[in-house]
Structure formats: C-alpha cells, structure tokens
C-alpha cells in the first residue's frame, strides 16, 4: 500500500491550497484518513482526519480555515487550506487505516510529506 501526496507548494498569507493524497495497492477497504503536519523544530501534530461516512475532526488550530474530504471510489483524501497563515508552514503528511483483506485489522500507512511555505 502507498499513498502519494502532492499540492504543497509556496502560498501567500491569507492565500489557499489544496493537498491530494491517494492510495493504491492491496486496499479491500480504508477506514479513517487524516493529515498530520510537523513544523520545523516541532514535533508531528494532527491536522484533521475523516471517517470513510465523511464526519470530520480538527486541530483547533485550523478550525474554520480547513476542510478535510475524501472520495472513497478514488481512495483519496483531500485537504482544502484557506486563508493560510505563516504559522501554517510546515511538512504535511497524510495517513490512512487500510484493511488490505476481508477480515484482516486495518493497518497505519504514512505517505511522503509535501511543503507547506506560507509567506509573503
């Protein structure tokens, strides 16, 4: 199983993004998917995360700002990032439990980080 993230980029603050994260290989079902992100010098925190029903949570952090979504014939989860802050800067990195078999547990996979630069 992989998952390939990509949209990360240089933004202006107060500007927009929007992160793409899709997994592929042996997927029979993928349960919660989320992104995480690490600042440089901080340790990796929770950004947001999505059931495969679509109910979302967030850091408070980037409450109001973020929305997660995901669209399960793709496998992949999104993260639209409005009005982006300097503060927001930072590697993201998405996630997934993906149960690879009927009946197996769901295991964690971590895709690759993509840069988040937020400045002017």
């Known amino acids: 199983v992989q998952l390939q993230a990509s949209g990360g980029g240089l933004v202006q603050p107060g500007g927009s993004l929007r992160l793409s994260c899709a997994a592929s290989g042996a997927i029979f079902s993928i349960n919660r998917m989320g992104w995480s992100r690490q600042a440089p010098g901080k340790q990796r925190e929770l950004v947001a995360a999505v059931t495969v029903g679509g109910s979302a949570n967030y850091a408070d952090s980037v409450k109001g700002r973020f929305t997660i979504f995901r669209d399960n014939a793709k496998n992949t989860v999104y993260l639209q990032m409005n009005s982006l802050k300097a503060e927001d800067t930072a590697v993201y990195y998405c996630?997934?439990?993906?149960?690879?078999?009927?009946?197996?547990?769901?295991?964690?996979?971590w895709g690759q980080g993509t840069l988040v630069t937020v400045s002017s």
């Open positions: 996630n997934a439990d993906v149960v690879v078999s009927w009946g197996a547990p769901p295991a964690h996979y």
